[in-house]
């Protein structure tokens, strides 16, 4: 049974920072893609990252370029999402998410929902002062 379980959000200051994690289970974790979204109420899912299989190609949504890092550890079958630099509009439900196909990470372009299939249950950032 895959499972994708996010953890590490919380509420902190703006200009704080916080680690994601999302422990995978369930599939071999090296063969596939990952992302992070966030959704906050009302508006779309939004992809902010992935990561390909091999971690040699990584995307970041313009929101998030130059402040959050993802990586992978394929030793623990986790994937991370540091997060520096907060602020209030990074207030959100972050999501983490395998890919559905081959080419969910091609790195010109941000990850769509339509491409990942499994998802964890969400993990609450909370920025404010």
């Known amino acids: 049974q895959v499972q994708l379980v996010e953890s590490g959000g919380g509420l902190v200051q703006p200009g704080e920072s916080l680690k994601l994690s999302c422990a995978t289970s369930?599939?071999?974790?090296?063969?596939?893609?990952f992302a992070w979204f966030r959704q906050v109420p009302g508006k779309e899912r939004e992809g902010i990252s992935c990561?390909?299989?091999?971690?040699?190609?990584?995307y970041y949504s313009q929101s998030v370029t130059g402040r959050f890092t993802i990586s992978r550890d394929n030793t623990k079958n986790t994937v991370y999402l540091q997060m520096t630099g907060l602020n209030p509009d990074d207030t959100a439900v972050y999501y983490c998410?395998?890919?559905?196909?081959?080419?969910?990470?091609?790195?010109?372009?941000?990850?769509?929902?339509?491409?990942?299939?499994?998802w964890g249950q969400g993990t609450q950032v909370t920025v404010s002062a």
């Open positions: 369930g599939f071999t974790f090296h063969y596939w893609t």
């Open positions: 998410a395998r890919g559905a196909t081959y080419s969910a990470c091609p790195g010109w372009r941000p990850p769509g929902t339509y491409d990942y299939d499994h």
């Open positions: 990561i390909d299989d091999s971690g040699d190609t990584t």
